[in-house]
C-alpha cells in the first residue's frame, strides 16, 4: 500500500515538474477604443513577471495554460484572462479592453463615518475579511490532504504569489485615488508614459509601502519626490 501511494505521489510530481518545463511566449495584441496602446502592463499572476505593449498594443510573454495575466492601464479598464491551450493555438491571442474614462456631470460626496459592512449587519465584529487571492489560498491549506496535493503541484506557491501582486496592485489603486495625474507630471516630472512603470517602482520599495499603509498624504508625497528623482536618472540612463 505504501509502495503504491509513494508510486503516485512520483508520477504527479514528475508530471506537474514536466508542466512547468514547457514554457511557450504567448505573442499577443490589445483591442481598445484608443489612439496609443504603448505602455500597458502585461503581468503573469503566478510567475510575476510583466511586459509591457508596443504602440500598436502588441506584446509577448512567457506563459502556461492555466496562467492568469493581468492587464492594467491608467486609460483602460483592467482585465484578468486565466489561460487556457487553445489560446496559445493562434497567432495572435486578442485582448478586449475598454476605457476608463467616465464623464460626471456633477458628484457630490458625503461621508458617513458610522456606515460600514458590520452596522449593515453583512458582516459580524472581528470577523476577518480575505481577498479573493488570501480566500484562494486559505481553501488550498483548508485541509491536510488539499494542503499536500496543492503543495506538491505548485498552487500554494502560485497563490501566495498572487497575494504579494494583489498587494502590490492594491498599493497602485491607493496612489491612483490619492494623487492625480497631474501630481506625477508637474510635481514629481514623471512622463505620461512613465507614470504606471513608476507606481510599480515605488510600491516594490519596502519603505514605501511602509508610510503607504498610514495614508499620512505629506509623508507619503515626501517620500515620493525623493523616488521620483531616483526614477527620473534611471529613465535617463536608458535613453
Known amino acids: 500500500?505504501?509502495?503504491?501511494?509513494?508510486?503516485?505521489?512520483?508520477?504527479?510530481?514528475?508530471?506537474?515538474?514536466?508542466?512547468?518545463?514547457?514554457?511557450?511566449?504567448?505573442?499577443?495584441?490589445?483591442?481598445?477604443?484608443?489612439?496609443?496602446?504603448?505602455?500597458?502592463?502585461?503581468?503573469?499572476?503566478?510567475?510575476?513577471?510583466?511586459?509591457?505593449?508596443?504602440?500598436?498594443?502588441?506584446?509577448?510573454?512567457?506563459?502556461?495554460?492555466?496562467?492568469?495575466?493581468?492587464?492594467?492601464?491608467?486609460?483602460?479598464?483592467?482585465?484578468?484572462?486565466?489561460?487556457?491551450?487553445?489560446?496559445?493555438?493562434?497567432?495572435?491571442?486578442?485582448?478586449?479592453?475598454e476605457s476608463n474614462i467616465t464623464q460626471l456631470k456633477e458628484v457630490v460626496v458625503k461621508r458617513y463615518n458610522a456606515i460600514n459592512a458590520v452596522a449593515l449587519g453583512i458582516s459580524s465584529p472581528g470577523m476577518l475579511h480575505r481577498t479573493d487571492a488570501e480566500r484562494k489560498l486559505y481553501t488550498a491549506q483548508s485541509t491536510r490532504g488539499d494542503a499536500l496535493l496543492n503543495a506538491i503541484s505548485g498552487r500554494t506557491a502560485m497563490l501566495k504569489k498572487e497575494i504579494v501582486v494583489e498587494s502590490k496592485l492594491s498599493f497602485i489603486n491607493q496612489l491612483d485615488n490619492m494623487f492625480s495625474e497631474d501630481f506625477f507630471r508637474n510635481k514629481l516630472k514623471i512622463p505620461l508614459e512613465y507614470i504606471k512603470g513608476f507606481q510599480f517602482y515605488v510600491v516594490e520599495n519596502t519603505a514605501f509601502t511602509r508610510v503607504l499603509k498610514t495614508k499620512n498624504k505629506t509623508s507619503i508625497e515626501f517620500l515620493m519626490i525623493e523616488l521620483a528623482d531616483k526614477y527620473n536618472k534611471i529613465i535617463a540612463s536608458e535613453k
Do not use: C, H, W
Not at 512547468?20 to 477604443?33: R, W, Y
Open 1 to 97: 500500500m505504501k509502495l503504491k501511494i509513494g508510486l503516485f505521489f512520483f508520477i504527479l510530481v514528475n508530471s506537474i515538474l514536466a508542466q512547468e518545463t514547457v514554457k511557450t511566449v504567448l505573442k499577443g495584441k490589445i483591442n481598445a477604443n484608443a489612439i496609443d496602446l504603448e505602455g500597458i502592463y502585461v503581468i503573469n499572476l503566478r510567475t510575476e513577471k510583466s511586459t509591457i505593449t508596443e504602440n500598436d498594443g502588441s506584446f509577448s510573454i512567457v506563459a502556461i495554460p492555466g496562467d492568469t495575466l493581468l492587464f492594467s492601464s491608467m486609460q483602460l479598464k483592467e482585465v484578468r484572462i486565466v489561460l487556457k491551450a487553445e489560446d496559445f493555438q493562434g497567432e495572435l491571442f486578442l485582448v478586449k479592453m
